[in-house]
């Protein structure tokens, strides 16, 4: 990776606190608002701000140096979501490192502190935050994240404490176990130096949990550290990130959801059943509603073909790059 140099940051009148990198490319408006946001925590003049720019062509780095951040530039060719956060964390100069991307805005004054407190108690190599819908999401997208293991409301802590153990789990129970989201995280960096998170094209935090918990290290899911994070995003899109998200947990952890054509075709009847019957009993507008009952069936769809596909190829040794994910 280019070893740009770096442009603007200022240092703060004392040591430190933590150091916070953000990977960042055409942020727009709403890295404004995550920026805003890191402005408003509590010990913002005591954090190493760090952006790794893949050659924006708006205002993010101008963004994010008028808010003290050191400034690397590297080409967009060259991101990688595993290498690009090795290279800016490479480049922190303290002992703790949150990680966060540029559509996540924090809940409030005390996000970073939250992670912090959870990464220096005893054993542990690594926390990660909860993630709360955007208000103007729409209600499944609502209903998903909510549910998702970011969207948990108990603080849960994962270890393996026996090797044999937990080679002997289900793939879903071992994917629960390892769950780590560099949405909002939070590393040691003298873990990282002994497991970095190498050059892994998606998934370089569940990769890098599973890593850490294997040397004897904790995880933390703290929900008391919180940003607001949620996509409405094109079908194309979310078929390419269902994609390569159970291509990942198929390679990692043997995970298959849909193994043949006909389990796709079935879990795609009982999902679309199940989300149209919550669309007609929530209290949203007729037209919202309407839009919903038509899009959803599709969107279930390709998400469904997405993950037979995803396993297909993966076994049959047909794997092919996926850009813009």
Not at 169 to 182: A, I, Q, R
Not at 238 to 260: A, D, M, N, W
Not at 271 to 286: E, M, N, P
Request: with cysteine; proline share 5%; aromatic share 10%.
């Amino acid at each position: 990776m280019t070893d740009a140099l770096p442009i603007g940051g200022s240092a703060p009148a004392r040591p430190y606190f933590c150091s916070l990198v953000i990977p960042t490319k055409n942020g727009g408006a709403l890295f404004k608002r995550v920026v805003a946001g890191l402005q408003q925590q509590a010990r913002w003049n005591e954090v190493e701000f760090i952006i790794v720019d893949s050659q924006s062509d708006d205002d993010t780095v101008e963004t994010a140096r008028l808010a003290g951040a050191k400034c690397f530039t590297i080409p967009a060719s060259e991101f990688n979501h595993g290498a690009t956060r090795d290279f800016a964390i490479a480049r922190t100069t303290t002992d703790r490192v949150v990680l966060l991307v540029q559509d996540a805005v924090p809940n409030d004054p005390y996000m970073i502190e939250s992670l912090i407190a959870a990464l220096n108690e005893d054993g542990v190599a690594g926390a990660y935050a909860r993630q709360i819908p955007q208000p103007d999401a729409d209600i499944i997208t609502k209903r998903n994240l909510n549910i998702h293991l970011t969207g948990r409301m108990e603080r849960d802590i994962s270890v393996i404490r026996d090797g044999a153990v937990y080679a002997a789990l289900p793939p879903v129970e071992k994917y629960t176990l390892c769950n780590f989201d560099n949405v909002c995280s939070a590393i040691r960096k003298d873990v990282w130096e002994q497991e970095r998170f190498g050059r892994i094209s998606f998934g370089e935090d569940i990769d890098w949990s599973e890593r850490v918990l294997k040397r004897g290290y904790k995880i933390v899911y703290e929900p008391k550290a919180a940003v607001v994070h949620s996509h409405d995003r094109p079908l194309s899109y979310e078929y390419k990130r269902s994609y390569v998200c159970h291509r990942k947990l198929f390679t990692q952890f043997g995970v298959q959801i849909t193994p043949t054509l006909g389990s796709a075709l079935n879990g795609w009847y009982h999902l679309t059943k199940a989300d149209l019957r919550y669309i007609a009993g929530c209290d949203a507008g007729f037209w919202t509603k309407v839009g919903l009952l038509l899009n959803t069936p599709i969107f279930n769809l390709l998400r469904m073909l997405a993950q037979y596909r995803a396993v297909r190829d993966v076994k049959a040794g047909t794997v092919k790059a996926v850009r813009g994910v």
